[in-house]
């Protein structure tokens, strides 16, 4: 593994918030000493109509023996963030700023909204929420892709009180409905259909199954209401000028939509109902702004629920010194909505900072494997946004596509969702950052509301495949299995003994799980379920999930680690390496391994990366097993599902809950593909 460390771009940018190291670690230690001082200058930049006590600003209970798990942050303050997402920004002068350009999926399809736009049709659709009989502490559940009609429905929830409960639009009816079961949805916000690719969905349809099934689990969704979305695509492509005309360009589709009359509303028709001003709601710093389902990666997902005045701070300051955000800059994250990462970096820390950002509809692969770059170069993005498994399948198509478009403008390029591997990251490095951007690997998790280790780009030396060092507010710890903390040069479990502003506060409606899953392995500390070494350096590189470690011969190693050593051979586009039980060592390495575009999976392939891992890691890293697989099985945000993988490799059919999975079919043609012998 390269241990090459690479120098911020502050050497070119004089600029940066955060220009040295020296300067991180002091603030860094202010926010650990002086916790309370810290976040309230930041909070003090936010409008709060009923002030917060500097004195008694954040209080919490780790300990499970000493009592419930309780985290609060600013308790008695009111205030509500759409407001200061948007009238603050308004009356600060912003208006006209565009808020999101809106890319789609056709690139002939392209839109804008400023700052006053966005306030207007969010108050319009908080009058439309409130119509329909929302009030304070109701959930609404959001169904949606990548339009503009996504983001004002999220804010119109945070205006009014109301908690929204995104659901990735790609989900099958069944997670749909089994999550607005659980959260007990007044109104599911949708959209006729949508286009990924040149592939249709119809996703209202999906909606109305989703409904049928949630009545069987006790839950009768009342209200929904649809964005008509596809009518209007087909108007753009027509006319090329890529704006949102008036309904009359419309083609009526109403008879093609399924329908259920005194269910079911035309958002358009709601929305030219209602005035466009509506007074928000002052919430309690310690109301819910929203719940939202981790990706399932490990098991049932989980409804993370956060709250309105830390995840506001959190949000807001992670997304200025991670991307080093200045005004003028134009940014992009290219994940759904429907993720935390959507939440935290496309919705509220970009707003919360008055920034201008893309919104993306489609793929990285339509119309061509530029499309990313080609984005980039159309509205000069200066902060990029992905993730692993997106910068692994572009790496494939080689560099003629990246170089096909002008990428002077970036300044940061940020990672996300898994450990990228220190040869995705070099490629990212080299050839979308052309060794002039700082890359941000930022770790973090649905429960976390935002960054908790990363790079910053002003100031952090980087070494590819390490996320660095803790976010200020944070800090990490490492404990064996005996539960005792490691000092220095070391791996354990990740784990954290205080709280930071933007951290969940309980799963919904279920606080014992929340203590469960969480904070009783280890009583006094919240514990991510990943893994991590600190180098000699200081350096945090997360190794993967605990329950991905390997025992071979009382060698622990990490999953992560085998993997990177399988994907720097030239032929491998993607590897994940799961443990099998065995009789003599405890456990041996089982690796799935995806060749290359064009590149046929042969024994001579698969005998030379059983000697590369042999010759870096040791002998007795060597594996048993190296199987070809065509694809793998990935959640809907992109990561490998390795518990998945062990069954396969076990020839267990009893995979458990792969609702989450985007093509589940792929699991069948592993189990196919399992070499006869093993
Ligand atoms: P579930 O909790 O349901 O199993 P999930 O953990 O995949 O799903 P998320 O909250 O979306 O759901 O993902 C957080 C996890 O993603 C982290 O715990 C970690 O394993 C992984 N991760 C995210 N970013 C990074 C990163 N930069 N480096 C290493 N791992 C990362
Ligand atoms: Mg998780």
Redesign the pocket.
Known sequence: MSRNVYLPYSVTSEKAHIKSMEQYREMHKKSLESTAQFWSEIASQFHWETPYDVNNFYSYNFDVTKGPVQIKWMEGATTNVCYNLLDKNVRNGMGDKVAFYWEGNDPEDYSKITYKKLLEEVCRFSNVLKSKGVVKGDRVAIYMPMVFEIVIAILSCARIGAVHSIVFAGFSSDSLAERMADCKCKVLVTADSVYRGDKLLNIKSLCDIAMDKAKNFGHEVPTCIVVRHLPRLYRSMNTSNGTNGSNSDIIDLHSDVPWTDGRDYWWHDEMDDVEPSCYPVWMSAEDPLFML??????????G?LHTTGGYLLYAATTFKYVFDYHPGDVYWCTADIG???GHSYVVYGPLANGATSVIFEGTPFYPDNGRYWSIIEKYKVTQFYTA?TAIRALMKFGEEPVKKHNLDSLKVLG??????NPEAWLWYYQNIGQERCSIA????????GGHV??PLPGCTPMKPGS?SFPFFGVKPILLDESGKEIEGVGEGYLVFNKPWPGMMRTLFGNHERFQSVYFSKFPGYYC???GARRDEDGYFW????VDDMLNVSGHLMST?EVESVLTEHPDVSEAAVVSRPHPVKGECLYCFVTPNHGVTFTPKLSSELVKKVRESIGPFAMPDVIQHAPGLPK?R?G?IMRRVLRKVAINDREVGDIS?LADEHIVEELFKNRPEKS
């Open positions: 389902y981790t990706s399932g990666s490990t098991g049932k997902p989980k993370v993720w935390i990462t692993p990672s996300v969702g898994e450990p990228i690997d930022t770790f973090w998790q649905t429960e976390t280790i990363t996320a991510t379920g990943d997360v190794t993967g999930r992560a959640t945000s990561k989450t």
